[in-house]
């Protein structure tokens, strides 16, 4: 299969292992939602929950990924994206999907909250409140379309449990303590490019300013 998932049980500080590594965020334009016709691959005519289509490349040197959530020890959580076969593309790299290249979209349960273009980023505890969540990396080609294979996804989930809030720095409230897990199995993994250790990945809050893009 192509998806990792990681289980996570929080306790006072949670640690989150996963299978698939972040980036930090500054604000970007809004995507576009042009898809070049580009030989990498093929057009599927599936697609995420935007719109945007998977494209299929072969099993063989494929994206891969793997992510992995820790608490931080300044408060909030660290997210950390391991690549395998994947490169990131620069901010204002063309719109056109180039063999292993392109950017990681982040979501918490579901919901966009970056897009990275690093391996690290950093999310406010207020993303994960009390609670069991869903952190996933997606990886998307730099027209917009989802590196997929086998009809799935490249992409790799983290379920990271908070049990019971903790104070951050300066008695700011921090996201829950927790224990690290490891994640379950999945085949792929992302360009290397707390908690536990995750699973490699399927084939293939505000975050603090670094090499991601903040979703609007």
Known sequence: MFRTRSLIAALAVC?????????????????TDAVSPSPVGDLLEDRDADGRPYREVGEQG???????????PDG??????T?????????????????????????????????????????SARMLPRGTHQVT????????SVWAVDGEPVE???????????????????????TPAEGGGGT?????????????????GPGSPAGGEQAS
């Open 15 to 31: 640690a989150v292992t996963v299978a698939g590594a972040a980036g930090c965020s500054t604000r970007d334009a809004p995507e």
């Open 62 to 72: 494929a994206p891969e990924v793997r992510v992995e959530v820790t608490p931080d």
């Open 76 to 81: 909030g959580w660290g997210v950390r994206l």
């Open 83 to 123: 690549l395998r076969n994947f490169r990131f593309s620069p901010q204002g790299a063309p719109k056109r999907a180039e063999a292993g290249r392109g950017l990681a979209h982040l979501y918490v349960d579901e919901r966009l909250v970056a897009r990275l273009r690093t391996a690290e980023h950093h999310l």
């Open 137 to 144: 990396a997606r990886l998307y080609a730099d027209d917009g």
């Open 156 to 178: 790799s989930t983290a379920d990271v449990t908070v049990s019971e809030p903790a104070p951050g720095p300066a008695g700011a409230p921090a996201g829950g303590n927790g």
């Open 188 to 204: 792929g993994t992302p360009p290397a490019e707390g908690g536990g250790t995750g699973a490699p990945a399927a084939r293939g």
